[in-house]
């Protein structure tokens, strides 16, 4: 099949969960620099969280660039995929709200995790079926940036329990990881 579909889809769905989140971002009732003080908790979740979007979005991205077609697992993965990443929203604005608190900072990292895992799923499934000889395959090798990635998001949860702020620091250092665009497809698709 081919991959089209599934790629304009998959960017509507990037596209609308960047939206909702937006408009999760309410003005303030005042007119001064402290009345945004309030909001400040709310606006660092969304940058957080758009960030994490727009990671998805370009590797999304990158690995359909490696894909020449598509079958129904994969679709079904991506669609998995693209449920959880639907979640993002929910949890960045119950956790923007509640200033950071417990129990949205656990659940927020839940959802990564299993974004991760979601990410490798689909993954999985492109390189089954495109081959281990794949330019997809070569590129992912290993993904020692997932899996540290994976290890991260569990610490987090883990951390999440003892201070949130060891969370969200665990948060920003895999948006840090993945911000520089992963290379790794780009060079083998330009071999």
């Not at 003005?27 to 979007?53: D, E, H």
């Not at 598509?70 to 959880?84: D, S």
């Amino acid at each position: 099949m081919n991959k089209g579909r599934l790629e304009a889809f998959s960017d509507g769905v990037f596209a609308i969960i960047i939206t909702i989140m937006v408009l999760e971002l309410k003005v303030p009732a005042g007119n001064s620099l402290k009345s945004l003080q309030p909001m400040l908790p709310i606006f660092l979740s969304y940058l957080i969280s758009f960030i994490y979007v727009g990671i998805y979005w370009n590797n999304h991205h990158h690995t359909m660039q490696a894909t020449k077609s598509v079958n129904g697992n994969i679709l079904w993965a991506n669609m998995h995929l693209l449920f959880w990443l639907s979640l993002i929203p929910f949890a960045t604005a119950w956790m923007g709200q509640n200033h950071f608190a417990q129990f949205p900072v656990t659940l927020y990292g839940i959802i990564l995790i299993i974004n991760a895992f979601a990410y490798t799923i689909l993954t999985v499934q492109l390189i089954k079926h495109h081959g281990k000889d794949s330019v997809l395959a070569k590129a992912i090798g290993d993904d020692k940036k997932g899996k540290i990635s994976i290890l991260c998001y569990t610490l987090s949860i883990a951390s999440s329990w003892i201070n949130t702020n060891i969370s969200i620091g665990f948060f920003v250092l895999v948006a840090c990881i993945w911000f520089i665009p992963d290379k790794r497809i780009e060079k083998q698709i330009l071999k």
